[in-house]
């Protein structure tokens, strides 16, 4: 037998990356399932959270249901249905399903007709500061409430709300929507990046459930986004990214009487594709309505170049089969972000009432 030739080099027997990941699933928690508006009485839409289907309604009276998609008879979408009375009727034999789930029509049964194999999985809902959220376990008892989203019903701010969706897993999603170094390349200048860079002190606190960066020190920013939220001031700006378990990413800015809030509800509809709510809350020296006609179309721009970068890196993890990450001090809360998922997903929360604190400087332009 003749001795095996030379071996090719590694990078020749492709990639070496084997299935490390930052999807977390957690199913024992409320997710933003649509907006208020999308849903009016009578509308019944499909929509997948977490990966299951469910099928939402609002009856006439105004009450909203979440049902798994699939009714308990011959398995046909619930999302195919319509809004009968204050249920929701199956297309197929008419099948009729309260917002609990309950059976309660059999067309051409006689007697009794709710009985517990022909109930529809139901999901606990909670409508709050305009959107509609679902706990994503069929039939549990919540054992917490939605968050509850800060200025969204104040009536002193002008709130936007935004549905967007990208191909991105919830972590890659809220570390984009938290991360500051990219946007002074990928969005330069629409956010950052016209000027010298500042040196600025970082303070990253982590209570175990939630986890915030304070950037102190930064100068108003630059470009499009500086002229909006403070127009002519020279004020010092507070500046906090955060992320609160599962699912909330938010940015704050304050620049002297402005306030500006972004309240991003993710929600995952698989692992891979995540669907983001945004409560845009803002409190400025313009008018609310100029605000929003500029902000619209520069939000808009601002995330198709994050949706496209997304995809892209969604799209690189699958062909090496996973992640393999180098963090430096900057992505400030990145790993924070997956720890805290992977913590949630096992079901090993730590929390705390002092968070643990890292400083660091960085620059920012
Ligand atoms: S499949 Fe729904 S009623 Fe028969
Ligand atoms: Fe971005």
Redo the contacts with the bound molecule.
Sequence with gaps: MSAPGPQPPARLLGPQTKGVTSVARVPDAWYVACMSSELRPGRVIGRDVLGLPLVLFRTKAGDVGALMDR?P????PLSMGRVEQESLQ?P????RFSTDGACLEVPCLIGETDKKGRRADAFAVRERDGFVWIYATPGAEPTSEPYAIPCADDPRYTTVRQAVEAEGSLHAVAENALDVPHTAFLHKGLFRGNSEPNKIEVCVRNWGDRVEAEYLGEPRPEGIAGRILAPGVDAKVEHFDRFILPCVAQVEYRLGESHFLVTSCLTPLSDYRTRLFAAISFRLPLPGFLVKLVLAPFARWIFHQDQVILARQTENLRRFGGEQYVSTDVDALGQHIRQLLKRAERGQLETSEEPQIKRFEMLVG
Excluded at 73 to 76: A, C, D, E, F, T
Excluded at 92 to 95: E, I, N, R, S, T
């Design positions: 009714c008879h011959r398995n046909v199956c197929y034999h008419g099948w």
